[in-house]
Every structure is written in structure tokens, then in C-alpha cells.
């Protein structure tokens, strides 16, 4: 079974489209997270998620929104998709008090 | 926030020969340094990791040190093998929030 897991892991989409990712964990781990990875590699974390704080990075715009409805869940909401927007999206989670991430597989998004 | 600089960003060797890399960090509380694996398409994955209240791990032929005073440490790949060769990324972490390094894109040669 897979421990963190994101859909679609491919998507490609227009410019000014509305899409969502969606990502699961299993591990039964109170904190998710998004990260953005640029085509140089560099990973950069957007949001952190538990059921008691959302944490955003202030560089990310808010044309990005995280959506938990429980806390195996973390979806990332993105609004009017820019060029820009393309990267891999990784979904990772972790438990408070332990060490460690567990990533998803990555979305690849490409806006065209 | 965390600042976390990593090099080089690209590392060449030959098969057999030692690789390190080398990372650096800005806050002090950091208590957690993990370092990730990332082969071409596929998801990071840990690797090895440190507290902060150790100065060395090693793992049959990975290492890492750190040395806290001077807010940096490494990894250290030993014996390389053309599998060896990915993407690796160090990270600082605060409060269960990871900070990446930029990333060292290491080629092993057979």
C-alpha cells in the first residue's frame, strides 16, 4: 500500500483553468505538507497542515489553496493556472513528535 | 526563517571514489538534519538524518556529520556506485518543518 499518495500524476491544463491535486496519507500522521519543485530541482514548501495550524509560505500566492476535509487528506486548490505554475508538486506528511517526511510520487503539472 | 545552502550543485566522480556534500544553516534552534535521495522521476526519499545533539551517523556507505557550532554539515558517500548517482537534498528542520537545500546533482562514472 502506498503510504502517501497524490493524483493525477500527470496533468496538463490551459492557462486561467481552475484544478485541484488531491493526496492521501495512510500513515496515520497528523501533519501534511505541499512542495513545490521548479525545474531546478529546488523544493520549496508552500503550506503545512494539522488539524490545528495552517502555516503558509508568504511567497506563495493565493491563487493557491490547501483544502483538508480530514486529516488524511490535504488537497492543493490552484486558481487562473499561469505558465509559471509549472513544476512537480509534492504532497508529504509527517507526525508531530517524530522525525522524518514521507513524500507522495509528485503531481507533474504543466500548464500550456 | 531557516536558510539552508547546499554545494556544489552538480558533483562528478568516479565509480569507487569518495563524494561529499556540504550544507549549511541559518537558525540555531534547527534540531533535525535529514538528507534525501531523489532519482530522476521519482519522489525524495530519506537516506540518512541527525539530531542535533549528535556529531556523526554513518550507514554502511553513507555518513553524515554535523558540526553545530559552525551550523554546518555533511554527507559523505563512500565506495560510489553508478546507483549512487540522483539528485541528493540536505534539509534543516524547525518544529517538524523541513527546509531544503538547493540540491547536488551527483554523476557517478562507470
Known amino acids: 500500500d502506498t503510504a502517501v499518495s497524490q493524483t493525477p500524476k500527470y496533468l496538463v491544463t490551459q492557462m486561467g483553468n481552475d484544478k485541484s491535486i488531491k493526496c492521501e496519507q495512510n500513515?496515520?500522521?497528523?501533519?501534511m505538507y505541499w512542495y513545490k519543485q521548479d525545474s531546478k530541482k529546488f523544493l520549496k514548501i508552500m503550506f503545512s497542515?494539522?488539524?490545528?495550524?495552517?502555516?503558509i509560505n508568504e511567497t506563495v500566492p493565493n491563487r493557491f489553496s490547501p483544502k483538508s476535509p480530514d486529516k488524511a487528506h490535504l488537497n492543493l486548490h490552484i486558481n487562473s493556472l499561469e505558465l509559471g505554475d509549472s513544476a512537480v508538486y509534492f504532497c508529504?506528511?509527517?507526525?508531530?513528535?517524530?522525525?522524518?517526511?514521507?513524500f507522495g510520487s509528485g503531481t507533474r503539472l504543466t500548464v500550456v | 526563517g531557516e536558510n539552508v545552502e547546499q554545494h556544489p550543485s552538480t558533483l562528478s566522480v568516479q565509480e569507487g571514489d569518495s563524494a561529499v556534500i556540504k550544507c549549511t544553516y541559518s537558525?540555531?534552534?534547527?534540531?533535525?538534519f535529514p538528507w534525501y535521495k531523489q532519482e530522476l522521476g521519482k519522489r525524495p526519499q530519506l537516506i540518512i538524518d541527525?539530531?542535533?545533539?549528535?556529531g556523526e551517523k554513518k550507514d554502511q556507505r553513507i555518513a553524515v556529520t554535523l558540526n553545530k557550532t559552525a551550523k554546518h554539515f555533511s554527507l559523505h558517500i563512500t565506495e560510489t556506485q553508478p546507483e549512487d548517482s540522483a539528485v541528493y537534498f540536505c534539509?534543516?528542520?524547525?518544529?517538524?518543518?523541513?527546509?531544503f537545500g538547493t540540491g547536488t546533482s551527483l554523476t557517478v562514472i562507470p
Open positions: 534539509a534543516a528542520s524547525i518544529s517538524n518543518q523541513f527546509y
Open positions: 537558525d540555531s534552534a534547527s534540531n533535525y
Open positions: 541527525i539530531r542535533s545533539n549528535v
Open positions: 508529504a506528511s509527517s507526525q508531530e513528535g517524530r522525525y522524518g517526511y514521507t
Open positions: 500513515l496515520g500522521h497528523d501533519t
Open positions: 497542515y494539522n488539524n490545528k495550524e495552517l502555516i
